[in-house]
């Protein structure tokens, strides 16, 4: 069964087709390792980027199990990161504007414009 592809890819690019775009979304999910083996990594919803190992805290979302981690950004709480381990062009500013037209359609910051301040994320403890 083929899967359908996300409504959310209006922009074409003679560099980056729909499917590639696509791929790069896939990367964003459960991508620990990924992560973790990038010294690059950018927010395709604001844009920050930043080097995952001088971050003072990283922030994960715990996916299913048999699952890796989902990274946050440390910037907005998004979890749209990517680094360049994947070897997506995350430096690409072309690239970088597709994939958040596509995946937020028009509604982030990186399209807005505006100034994103660095959200302070908590940690919560709850007993049993």
């Known amino acids: 069964m083929k899967r359908k592809r996300s409504p959310y890819i209006p922009f074409v690019s003679e560099k ?19 992560i973790l083996e990038s010294d690059s ?8 980027t930043f080097n995952p190992k001088d971050e003072e805290r990283l922030y994960w ?6 699952r890796e981690k989902t990274l946050q950004c440390p910037m907005c709480g998004i979890d749209c ?8 062009p995350i430096h690409d500013p ?5 994939c958040t037209e596509s995946w937020f ?3 982030s910051r990186i399209s ?6 660095r959200l302070a994320l908590a940690d919560i403890l709850l007993d049993d």
Not at 81 to 86: D, F, K, P, R
């Open 81 to 88: 990161l990517i680094g360049n381990a994947s070897g997506f």
């Open 16 to 34: 980056y087709s729909p499917d590639y775009v696509e791929l790069a979304h896939k990367a964003t999910f459960a991508n620990e390792s990924q």
């Open 61 to 66: 979302i715990t996916e299913s199990a048999g």
């Open 94 to 98: 072309e690239f970088i504007t597709i």
């Open 41 to 48: 990594c950018t927010c395709f919803y604001c844009g920050h």
């Open 112 to 117: 807005d414009g505006l100034t994103v301040e």
């Open 105 to 107: 359609g028009g509604i």
